[in-house]
């Protein structure tokens, strides 16, 4: 490989069905035909994925209506991260308080979805099926906490990371850092929506808790829900549950 090869997150996601138009993926294409060392580098990329999604520990979410305060338990080595193969996706992100300020780039989470041994590039608005693997990755210019909520039609909220009704996790700074273990997610169907609150300080799960609880007072429905009243940076993403691929 040299300087007018692509670099291995390009050849990363080129692995990612929908992150190219039609014309980059065919000049990378069109470059690995005639490079040996990037289809070699092709190639090992494949394998790392293949091997991650035979490792990979997930969280299991129950098919039945748990209470809010369910707590997920992970399964197998949080040692695992999803990658290698550093594929990323940026979240719109939504308003936030004023008094809460990172340096440089507004923190984001991005995620991918992994269906039936394929890699799917996540978007808003997107149709996701039961059993299902999710992966986050977030970006942020500055050591920070974190917390990744995630919230039904019927009021359901599951913690997704840091696992259980705690609080906050700590994260250094970095770019499209991939959070441990993936989620698989449960027979539900509907909306759903993503949050995930950057704060300086660690926020308890009850104070989000709540903030859900008030905003569904206000709008009654998650897909009207874009931030909450708390102190921090939110990013969030609506999705849909729909029957398939089960």
Known sequence: MN??????????????????TKEEHS??????????????????????????????PT?????????????????????????????????????HHDDVQFKGQTPSLSFRVERQGRVIAGRSHMHLYPNDRIRFAYSVDEDAYIYIVNVDNDKRITPYYPIGTGKSAAIREGTEVFLPGSIRLDAYLGKERIFAVFSREPLKYETIALAIRQAFARVHAIEKIEALEIRGVQATILITKVKGHE
């Open 59 to 95: 969280l299991d979410l129950p098919n039945s209506n748990p209470p809010m305060w369910w707590r997920p338990v992970l399964v197998g080595s949080c040692a695992c991260l999803l990658l290698a193969i550093g594929l990323w996706f940026t979240l719109a992100r939504e308003k």
């Open 27 to 56: 000049t990378i294409e069109a470059h690995l035909a005639g490079c040996a060392g990037c289809r070699q580098r092709l190639d090992e990329l494949k394998s790392e994925r293949e091997t991650l999604y035979t490792q990979k």
């Open 3 to 20: 300087d007018s090869c692509p670099s291995s997150l390009k050849l990363s996601l080129f692995l990612v069905e929908g992150e190219y």
